[in-house]
């Protein structure tokens, strides 16, 4: 295969792929902020709920969100099969699996260093959650309106570690790889990964689309620097573990600040 004939076959793979994943919800994500822009109530006095129930049976709810938990993971399936590499580590294209270098506890380290890196993120996540509300450029952000049941923390834990595992390994590892191969410089193919991180966030508002951007850019950068996803999806996980689970407890000690307005 010729080089041109390879640079095409990439771009279309990446544009296939994007189209089963995050570039189609970015696609919803524009239309639905342009849509809440469009009508009379503002968009600070409008929600955005991300975990919503599936069914109003709870046994069958239950059944749905398993399914989109594991439909979910197709897209990750698809990247991890293209890039899977004969030789050890066999995700190493991905930034996963044991490095050649490393000692038994690579993964601990890894995983503390996403845990450091979550707290990097949320902290100032909230205070910027916070401040986009206030000044009008931010829906209220519903993480979860699941009943209460016994299987209602697994499943947002479940679903936090799709979207852990979708946005890191397609949005950064794959994305990058590809884009490395087409010669796209680091910083460039930085801008693109959190740019479009920031736009499938647009449903939030942009206040999401910001402060998801700027998410992209720092965990673009920590990719780019130690070419690791581990990191990435550790943080990105327990990010959402505590924003899906913690939701409700934000409500109880703070409802001024978390809860939905009225109607």
């Known amino acids: 295969m010729t080089s041109a004939a390879l640079r095409t076959r ?51 709810d239950l059944i749905s969100q398993l399914l989109s938990f594991a439909f979910g993971l197709a897209p990750v399936a698809l990247v991890v099969y293209l890039l899977w590499s004969s030789t050890r580590p066999h995700l190493s294209r991905l930034g996963l699996g044991r490095p050649l270098d490393a000692g038994r506890a690579w993964w601990g380290r890894e995983a503390g260093g996403g845990v450091l890196l979550a707290a990097a993120i949320g902290i100032p996540g909230i205070a910027f959650y916070l401040f986009a509300k206030a000044i009008g450029i931010n829906t209220t952000v519903v993480p979860t309106a699941l009943d209460a049941a016994w299987w209602t ?17 397609i949005v950064v590892a794959y994305l990058f790889e590809r884009l490395k191969r087409l010669g796209v410089g680091p910083w460039a193919t930085i801008a693109i990964s959190a740019l479009l991180r920031g736009s499938y966030h647009l449903y939030q508002g942009f206040g999401g689309f910001i402060g998801n951007v700027i998410m992209g850019v720092v965990f673009g950068w920590v990719y780019q620097r130690w070419g690791r996803a581990l990191p990435l999806v550790v943080a990105h996980w327990a990010l959402d573990i505590a924003s899906f689970a913690g939701y409700p407890l934000a409500v109880a000690l703070w409802p001024a600040l978390f809860s939905a307005p009225a109607g």
């Open 153 to 169: 923390v697994p499943v947002l834990v479940l679903q936090a570690l799709r979207a852990a595992l979708g946005e890191e390994l």
């Open 10 to 60: 990439l771009r279309w793979e990446i544009a296939i792929v994007l189209a089963l994943s995050f570039g189609a919800s970015a696609v919803y994500a524009i239309v639905s902020i342009v849509e809440r822009l469009t009508r009379e109530t503002a968009l600070s006095q409008q929600t955005a709920t991300i975990n919503r129930p599936l069914s109003d049976r709870p046994v069958f």
